[in-house]
């Protein structure tokens, strides 16, 4: 009698924890079922040391004006490496088990694959779920894996078209709404000057999802061990209809994104559009010295005409399991990401993921010298406004990311349809997920 | 010991201490030996007969499953077949124009033999990730030296980053790299070529081309033993060139073009540590197989 009377208990207990959880579900006041701000206030007045690795250009004043403003704390700034050498780094000591960093920048689509294995900290416990409507939908959507906040969202990427006017207007050619008038212009433009292509794509992993992804596709979900990948869904199969045609027809230039020839190939006029993420006028401006007056921002085609976009790159900052002093940590995450770190940040020339920063008159209204005075904000907001809900990375994307070129990389090359290589591509992934100990389905 | 006379006690004890004092003479080397290279050979090997999920699972013993995954992995010989290929080529070639060079500049016919010692092993000491950009600029087929080729011919003949091509402008690479090294080795061994021989030869009326066949060729023996191992154990380790011509040959390199590589990005984009070290040996030791046969019939024909 007593036992059941217990097991009764237990699931009343189980029921009420169920309720909390429905209740702070994101629809609902997020705040309420998680911890509170009071133990990160107190870490920060009681001050300390962290560490954080980062290789955001404005990591340099952001500390700086932090230490400003809270003398007892003192932070070391690592750049332990761009991207994929830093996460070598931190995969490293997290193995290892010490020697990580407390605060640690880790863009959108390596995320997951950290915080699965249980590196991250949960910043609902410090009551952080409050934030969210202060940041866009797509880069809170980022930083939440099930129920748990792993990181604060810094930059976003919503996509844009980048186009070179001057190569537009000598040729006559009107800027694409759509991708079948995309098609159109690349056509036109390699018709009227066989030395110029509407852009350079030689199958870029970041690229590609980032297009399934506006397409409307959600090749990959997970739910704790059970992985689903279909790389061949609706989305894909939309993106590769259009992009095919660009490939095979050779309509693109072969040039290596982000390699010398390339930026440089940009400031001529050779590539006359480019599909990319809001941090790209920063590029432009410290490596396309050259294209200053030229370039102009637009929004992205889309296959209806009707506004939809989609989010590539960005990163946000994450708190450590490993860290000493977690609270202190979450401290200047918020400081750098929901407080005074911002304005650094933006002053630096980063594109941010707080919607009162992205909708402020002076940020939508700034008139860019560079894309010849034009209010590049006010496109590059807006699409941060129309990404496609619902898109998640694979929890080990890093590795599908440098397998790519093995497979998809192939199709580009020899000139066959990218479906097949994303055949392959997903083949390979779901091996390799159910060797790591995933449940991977495909299709 | 055994015998009926016996050696005196003290005599016994002595040869032990010296035993003993021998070790103590040996132990710095011992020591650094087992530390910088068995542990880690013993480490790397203890790792591949395990299999860790990266992400659930954890560590399981898999004995020798993963050489028999590495053995039946067409990944891996898809790069071991390539590094083959490059070491019949290439090693031959580079190795030739060595001794062709080694020979001219012993010769003493040729003017200023110093300058052109000091040129060829020049490359050398390139740092290679250096010589490896500035071929990639040479390479390069939208504003590089090929791309003014392809200008002036006004056609897409020379395409060195291409899939094709890319195997042999490596090869290239690395020769221009190792040419004057083996060349050094080569040179020096002729300096030690004893005079009278070859001026026995030259009385015995062998020309120029005869006492090289004939003496100087069989003195250096060993040499050229030695610079056909390292270049062998070279071939099989490639890494540097095609991993920093990946950046600028998009898709022509995949992550398995070389094994080295394919072992560095198992590890470090995979973290399929196990498995990168079983693929590490493996290769590790068909290269000793392959550099002991090169030494045995090196040996066997010196005899």
Known sequence: ?443 | MTSTVGPPRIRVGAVRARGRRGWIFVAPFAVVFALTFLAPLVYAFGLSLFRDQAFFGGTVFVGLGNYTQALADANFWDAFLRVLLFLAVQVPIMLLMALIAAFAIDSARLHAAGFFRMVIFLPYAVPGVVAVLMWGFIYGDHFGLAADLNHLLGQDAVQPLSANWILTSIGNIVTWEFVGYNMLIFYSALKVVPPDQIEAAAIDGAGTLRTIVSVKLPAIRGAIVVATIFSIIGSFQLFNEPNILRSLAPNVITTYFTPNMYAYNLSFAGQQYNYSATVAIVMGVITAIIAYAVQLRGQRKER
Not at chain 1, 51 to 71: D, R
Not at chain 1, 243 to 260: A, I, N
Not at chain 1, 348 to 364: Q, R, Y
């Open chain 1, 1 to 443: 009698m007593a036992l059941f009377r217990r097991h009764r208990a237990i699931a009343a207990l189980a029921l009420a924890a169920a309720l909390a959880t429905a209740c702070g579900s994101p629809a609902q006041d997020t705040a309420k079922a998680t911890g509170t701000q009071d133990s990160v206030d107190a870490a920060l007045k009681a001050g300390g040391s962290i560490t954080y690795w980062t290789w955001t250009p404005s990591a340099k004043a952001q500390v700086a004006a932090f230490e400003q403003e809270y003398p007892n704390v003192k932070v070391n700034l690592v750049n332990a490496g761009t991207g994929k050498d830093q996460y070598t780094k931190l995969q490293n000591a997290i193995k290892a088990g010490s020697g990580g960093p407390d605060v640690v920048q880790i863009e959108y689509q390596a995320l997951p694959q950290f915080a699965l294995p249980g590196s991250l900290v949960d910043l609902n416990q410090y009551g952080f779920g409050a934030f969210q409507k202060d940041y866009t939908a797509s880069t809170w959507s980022s930083v939440t894996v099930g129920n748990a906040l792993f990181g604060l969202p810094q930059d976003s990427g919503p996509m844009a078209l980048f186009y070179n006017k001057e190569d537009f207007d000598k040729y006559g050619i009107a800027v694409p709404k759509t991708w079948d008038e995309y098609l159109d212009a690349a056509k036109k433009l390699h018709a009227a000057d066989p030395t110029k292509f509407i852009t350079s794509d030689t199958g870029d992993p970041g690229f590609t999802t980032s297009m399934i992804w506006q397409a409307g596709g959600h090749p990959f979900s997970t739910d704790g061990r059970n992985v689903k990948i279909n790389l061949n869904d609706q989305g894909a199969q939309k993106w590769t209809k259009v992009w095919d045609q660009l490939v095979q027809g050779k309509l693109l230039s072969t040039v290596k994104g982000w390699s010398d020839d390339w930026y440089r190939e940009l400031g001529d006029g050779t590539i006359a559009t480019l599909v990319t993420g809001a941090w790209m006028p920063g590029v432009f401006k410290s490596s396309v010295t050259a294209g200053s007056g030229k370039w102009a921002v637009a929004p992205m085609p889309t296959y209806d005409g009707q506004p939809v976009s989609a989010e590539n790159g960005g990163s946000a900052q994450s708190v450590l399991k490993q860290s000493s002093n977690p609270a202190l940590a979450a401290a200047f995450v918020r400081w750098l990401n929901h407080g005074n770190g911002i304005k650094p940040f933006i002053a630096s020339g980063g594109f941010p993921s707080t919607t009162a920063d992205l909708n402020s008159p002076a940020f939508l209204n700034a008139a860019d010298p560079y894309f010849g005075g034009q209010q590049v904000n006010q496109v590059l907001t807006a699409a941060s406004g129309a990404v496609a809900k619902g898109w998640s990375y694979l929890p080990y994307q890093l590795y599908a990311n440098t397998i790519f070129v093995d497979t998809v990389g192939k199709s580009y090359l020899d000139g066959t349809a990218i479906g097949g290589g994303l055949k392959a591509w997903q083949a390979s992934l779901v091996d390799y997920g159910n060797q790591q100990g995933f449940t991977v389905s495909a299709g």
